[in-house]
Protein backbone atom coordinates (compact mmCIF):
# COMPACT_ATOMS: atom_id res chain seq x y z
CA UNK A 1 0.00 0.00 0.00
CA UNK A 2 1.00 4.03 -0.58
CA UNK A 3 0.03 6.76 1.41
CA UNK A 4 -0.08 10.09 -0.29
CA UNK A 5 -0.78 13.02 2.64
CA UNK A 6 -1.85 16.38 0.99
CA UNK A 7 -3.24 20.15 2.32
CA UNK A 8 -0.78 21.27 4.01
CA UNK A 9 0.32 24.67 3.96
CA UNK A 10 0.64 28.10 5.53
CA UNK A 11 -2.35 29.66 7.93
CA UNK A 12 -2.34 31.73 10.45
CA UNK A 13 -2.94 31.52 14.20
CA UNK A 14 -6.72 30.42 14.87
CA UNK A 15 -7.11 28.99 11.32
CA UNK A 16 -8.03 25.61 9.87
CA UNK A 17 -6.78 23.41 7.23
CA UNK A 18 -7.71 19.62 6.18
CA UNK A 19 -5.11 16.95 5.73
CA UNK A 20 -5.88 14.27 3.33
CA UNK A 21 -4.70 10.98 2.94
CA UNK A 22 -4.57 8.67 -0.13
CA UNK A 23 -4.47 4.91 -0.12
CA UNK A 24 -3.47 3.07 -2.65
CA UNK A 25 -4.82 -0.75 -3.19
CA UNK A 26 -8.41 -2.19 -2.07
CA UNK A 27 -7.75 -3.24 1.60
CA UNK A 28 -7.84 0.01 2.78
CA UNK A 29 -10.95 -0.42 4.71
CA UNK A 30 -9.28 -2.95 6.98
CA UNK A 31 -6.72 -1.09 8.21
CA UNK A 32 -6.51 1.45 11.37
CA UNK A 33 -4.87 4.70 9.95
CA UNK A 34 -3.21 7.42 11.99
CA UNK A 35 -1.43 11.28 11.97
CA UNK A 36 1.46 11.69 13.19
CA UNK A 37 3.59 14.79 13.13
CA UNK A 38 7.24 16.00 13.63
CA UNK A 39 8.54 19.24 14.34
CA UNK A 40 11.58 20.40 13.90
CA UNK A 41 14.51 19.07 16.05
CA UNK A 42 11.64 16.78 17.98
CA UNK A 43 10.76 13.46 18.11
CA UNK A 44 7.51 12.53 16.05
CA UNK A 45 4.56 12.12 17.64
CA UNK A 46 1.28 10.85 18.10
CA UNK A 47 -1.89 12.83 16.65
CA UNK A 48 -5.04 11.15 15.86
CA UNK A 49 -6.00 7.62 15.00
CA UNK A 50 -9.23 5.92 13.67
CA UNK A 51 -10.14 2.31 13.67
CA UNK A 52 -10.96 0.68 10.17
CA UNK A 53 -14.74 0.74 10.86
CA UNK A 54 -14.35 4.45 11.79
CA UNK A 55 -16.41 3.61 15.31
CA UNK A 56 -13.52 4.42 17.52
CA UNK A 57 -11.02 7.31 17.48
CA UNK A 58 -7.97 8.35 19.93
CA UNK A 59 -6.56 12.16 20.09
CA UNK A 60 -3.42 13.11 21.54
CA UNK A 61 -3.89 15.61 24.71
CA UNK A 62 -2.19 18.91 22.69
CA UNK A 63 -5.34 18.45 19.85
CA UNK A 64 -8.32 16.80 21.30
CA UNK A 65 -11.45 19.48 20.74
CA UNK A 66 -9.36 21.04 17.80
CA UNK A 67 -9.09 17.85 15.79
CA UNK A 68 -10.80 15.27 14.17
CA UNK A 69 -9.88 12.42 12.14
CA UNK A 70 -12.33 11.12 9.54
CA UNK A 71 -12.36 8.38 7.19
CA UNK A 72 -14.25 7.47 3.87
CA UNK A 73 -13.37 3.50 2.73
CA UNK A 74 -15.14 4.54 -0.36
CA UNK A 75 -12.32 6.44 -1.49
CA UNK A 76 -9.51 5.17 0.24
CA UNK A 77 -9.18 8.29 2.19
CA UNK A 78 -8.76 9.52 5.43
CA UNK A 79 -8.35 13.33 6.82
CA UNK A 80 -7.50 15.44 9.57
CA UNK A 81 -9.64 18.76 10.27
CA UNK A 82 -7.35 20.86 11.97
CA UNK A 83 -9.39 23.64 13.39
CA UNK A 84 -7.96 26.56 16.21
CA UNK A 85 -4.40 25.82 14.59
CA UNK A 86 -1.29 27.24 16.72
CA UNK A 87 1.80 27.78 16.52
CA UNK A 88 2.75 25.13 18.38
CA UNK A 89 1.19 22.89 16.05
CA UNK A 90 3.89 23.76 13.13
CA UNK A 91 5.14 20.29 11.72
CA UNK A 92 5.39 17.94 9.11
CA UNK A 93 2.46 16.10 8.82
CA UNK A 94 2.65 12.16 8.26
CA UNK A 95 -0.24 9.75 7.52
CA UNK A 96 -0.13 5.72 8.62
CA UNK A 97 -1.74 2.74 8.35
CA UNK A 98 -1.40 -0.12 10.86
CA UNK A 99 -2.79 -3.08 8.31
CA UNK A 100 -3.27 -5.74 10.47
CA UNK A 101 -5.46 -3.37 12.73
CA UNK A 102 -3.83 -5.12 15.93
CA UNK A 103 -2.53 -1.86 17.16
CA UNK A 104 -3.57 0.72 19.81
CA UNK A 105 -2.47 4.11 21.99
CA UNK A 106 -0.76 3.73 25.21
CA UNK A 107 0.18 6.12 27.76
CA UNK A 108 3.81 7.41 27.24
CA UNK A 109 5.93 9.38 29.47
CA UNK A 110 5.34 12.16 26.87
CA UNK A 111 1.68 11.37 25.61
CA UNK A 112 -0.50 8.98 23.83
CA UNK A 113 1.87 6.07 21.87
CA UNK A 114 0.25 4.46 18.81
CA UNK A 115 1.79 0.43 18.34
CA UNK A 116 1.55 -1.44 15.39
CA UNK A 117 1.76 1.34 12.58
CA UNK A 118 3.83 -0.45 9.54
CA UNK A 119 3.28 2.06 6.47
CA UNK A 120 4.01 5.23 6.10
CA UNK A 121 3.62 7.81 3.62
CA UNK A 122 5.71 11.18 3.07
CA UNK A 123 4.57 14.20 5.14
CA UNK A 124 3.13 17.62 4.61
CA UNK A 125 4.36 20.39 5.67
CA UNK A 126 1.83 22.43 8.46
CA UNK A 127 3.07 26.06 9.43
CA UNK A 128 1.11 28.47 11.54
CA UNK A 129 2.42 31.59 11.71
CA UNK A 130 1.40 34.17 14.01
Known amino acids: VQLQASGGGLVQAGGSLRLSCAAS????????MGWFRQAPGKEREFVAS????????NYQDSVKGRFTISRDNAKNTVYLQMNSLKIEDTAVYYC????????????????????????WGKGTQVTVSS
Open 96 to 119: AADRLARGGVVAGPAGWIYYGMDT
Open 25 to 32: GRAFSTYN
Open 50 to 57: IDWSARSA
